[in-house]
C-alpha cells in the first residue's frame, strides 16, 4: 500500500448527440460573455461569492498547490481605498506612463483612468498569486504559479457568467497597493482585480468580434 491513495474517477458520460448539443450551448453560452465597466450597486449575497470562488478553487494547480487567496471586498471603506490608489496609477498610466501604441489599441474600449466601477460594483475579486507557501518559518515552493493561477481566474470568469453576473478582468498597474491595504503577506502578490455584480441599466459594450475557428485553431 501506497501512502499515497488514488480513488476510482467516476466520470460523466454522454452519447454523442448530447455531447455535441451541450457543448455548442455550452460555446453559445460562454461567447454572450462580456467585460463589464459599468455596474449596478445592487448587492451580491455572500454565499454567492464564495461559491464563485469555490468554483476557481477547482482549477488544476502545478502539484496541486493552489497557490491562490481570493480577497473578496465589500467594505466601501476599502474598495474607497482601492478606488483612489488605482486611479492615482492609472492616471500616470493614461497620461505618459503608456506607449502611443498602447493608447491606440485601447481606445476601442473607451477605458480611462477613472475607475468609478471599484467603489460601485457589490464586490472586488482581488486574487493573489502565492509565489511560494510560508509553512511555520519555512519557505515551500510552487510551480506554475501564473499558469495555475491564470485558469483559477479564467474559472472563475466563467463562474461568474454562468451565475448572470457579470465582471472585468482589471490589472491596475503597479498594483503593490492591493498587497498593503489587503494587508496581505510577502509570498501573496496582486494577480487581477476582478469587480462582480449585476451590469448598470442599457449598459452598452464595445462591437468587437472575436476571432474565427480559421483563425485560432490548427489542426494536424
Ligand atoms: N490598466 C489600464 C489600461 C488597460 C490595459 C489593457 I491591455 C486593457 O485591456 C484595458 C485597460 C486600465 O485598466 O484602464
Redesign the pocket.
Known sequence: MTEFPFIKYKPRQFSESEMTQRTDDFYEYMDTRRSIRHFSNKPVPKAVIEKLVMTASTAPSGAHKQPWTFCAVSNPEIKTEIRKAAEEE?YV??NGR?SEE?LR??AP?Q???Q?EFLEIAPWLIIVFKKAYDIEGDEKRKNYYVNESVGLAAGFLLAAIHNAGLVSL?????PMNFLQKILNRPENERPFLLIPVGYPAEEVEVPDLKRKTAEDVVIYF
Open positions: 492609472e498610466n493614461y503608456m498602447w489599441d485601447l474600449l477605458t480611462d483612468w475607475k478582468t482589471h490589472t491596475p498597474s
